[in-house]
């Protein structure tokens, strides 16, 4: 049985535990660059919190009951986004960032829910698109995406360090 899932705002109370969920789901990881090799990714997704300091930028939690199982950044404003490559510069667009899911709460569809929600914020905004970024070490989350309609975008790809990002491309179609 699936439980009731949750999707909403982060409470302050929540950022640390948010934060420490994060690193614990990066840090898993096959592939993935570890908090030795990149500290300071990591030190950003230890204070997610931080990101509802930025302008037109939320940080959304999924919770099963009183459980806190995942979270993701949405930003208003890609000038804010802080990705390396073009994505910063695209104007009436949203973008995605930072999306987690607790390893006991995959496939429940926790992900997916995440990801509609920032997707219904950009449409409620009136942005054509939607933007976000992954990497191959996470195949879940870029078949969800691929899923639900985003395309790769090599226009956005760049390496953070030595790691190749992919920028994908969600159009929306005015309501």
């Known amino acids: 049985m699936i439980p009731q899932l ?3 705002d982060l409470r302050p109370t929540e950022a640390d535990a948010l934060g420490r969920l994060m690193v614990e789901v990066y840090s898993s990881l096959e ?3 570890t908090p030795d090799e990149q ?5 950003l997704l230890a204070h997610i919190g931080d990101f509802t ?8 939690v999924a919770l099963t009951g009183e459980e806190l199982v995942g979270g993701v950044v949405y930003f208003g404003d890609m000038a804010e986004y802080g990705s390396g490559g ?3 510069t695209v104007r009436k667009a949203s973008g995605i960032r930072l999306l987690g899911v607790s390893p006991k709460s995959r496939n429940l569809g926790v992900g997916r829910a995440l990801t509609q929600a920032c997707i219904q914020l950009a449409r409620e905004k009136g942005h ?3 933007i ?5 070490a996470m195949q879940i989350a870029w078949q969800l995406y691929e899923r639900l309609g985003f395309v790769r975008s090599e226009d956005l790809d760049f390496s953070q360090q030595d790691l190749p990002v992919f920028g994908f ?7």
């Not at 976000?132 to 191959?136: A, D, E, G, S, V």
């Not at 491309?169 to 309501?175: E, G, Y």
Request: hydrophobic letters at 30%.
């Open 53 to 60: 300091q930025k302008k037109d930028a939320r940080v959304l």
């Open 128 to 130: 054509a698109q939607v």
């Open 86 to 88: 073009t994505a910063t």
């Open 169 to 175: 491309r969600l159009p929306l179609t005015p309501a």
């Open 6 to 8: 949750t999707i909403r």
């Open 31 to 33: 592939g993935f660059p």
């Open 39 to 43: 500290p300071r990714y990591y030190e």
């Open 132 to 136: 976000l970024h992954t990497t191959q």
